[in-house]
């Protein structure tokens, strides 16, 4: 859960396809995540959470998944669009302490 | 409507000369956040209050205090900035601790010279 990392990791998808972003956490005490968008000069935006007892959780043309197991969490982007370009975080918590972001990861949608 | 408000948005301070951020919200949240980021990082979380209980992370340096005199403001103390506070801090609030969506200010650009 360190937040380490000068080169945040790139993922570039064509404007339509879907994306998915991974995302490793390390508290498997952990029972609430979090998935943030965060475009330049901004804060970051909540998207879409998920709890510990759930595996899926579905929104908007947004999509997550967790797997427990292998403590891995990944978010899921329907029909990417330009106005999805930003940095992706996903963040975990327990009962509210500890809240860790990870490390990022910018998207970026070619037309 | 702005929900999380910071002031100012950018801060330009001297090294070791104390400073002071400070974030307001109307959304009459419990819990008020402060996060620290620097350049292509994620959000390191510093210090959060629910409702006047302050809880300090561990790793968190006693340079940075934080103070909430009431439901809507918290302010961030940076006693004596270093060059390596130099940075983007975020203020965050959610209606209660546990499973609840963080609701970020646009943060606070700080440059220590």
């Known amino acids: 859960g360190e937040n380490v990392g000068l080169h945040l990791p790139t993922l570039s998808v064509q404007e339509g396809d879907n994306s998915i972003i991974n995302c490793a956490y390390s508290?498997?005490?952990?029972?609430?995540f979090i998935w943030y968008k965060q475009e330049s000069g901004k804060g970051p935006q909540f998207i879409i959470d998920i709890r510990s007892n759930m595996d899926k959780r579905q929104g908007q043309r947004v999509t997550v998944l967790l797997n427990k197991t292998v403590k891995h969490l990944s978010l899921q982007i329907a029909a990417t669009q330009p106005g999805d370009s930003a940095v992706y975080f996903c963040?975990?918590?327990?009962?509210?302490?500890?809240?860790?972001f990870g490390p990022g990861t910018r998207l970026s949608v070619l037309p | 409507d702005a929900m999380v408000i910071q002031n100012p948005r950018y801060q330009v301070t001297q090294f070791g000369k104390p400073v002071t951020l400070s974030c307001s919200q109307t959304?009459?949240?419990?819990?008020m956040y402060w996060y620290q980021q620097k350049s292509s990082q994620a959000p390191k979380l510093l210090f959060h209050y629910y409702d006047k209980d302050f809880n300090n992370e561990a790793d968190t340096p006693d340079n940075f205090q934080s103070r909430r005199p009431n439901t809507s403001f918290c302010f961030l103390d940076i006693r004596s900035p270093g060059l390596g506070d130099a940075a983007m801090y975020l203020c965050?609030?959610?209606?209660?601790?546990?499973?609840?969506?963080?609701?970020f200010g646009p943060g606070t650009r700080l440059t220590v010279t």
């Open positions: 963040a975990e918590t327990y009962y509210g302490q500890n809240f860790v």
């Open positions: 508290n498997s005490a952990s029972d609430y």
């Open positions: 965050a609030t959610s209606r209660e601790q546990g499973g609840y969506e963080q609701y």
């Open positions: 959304l009459n949240h419990n819990v």
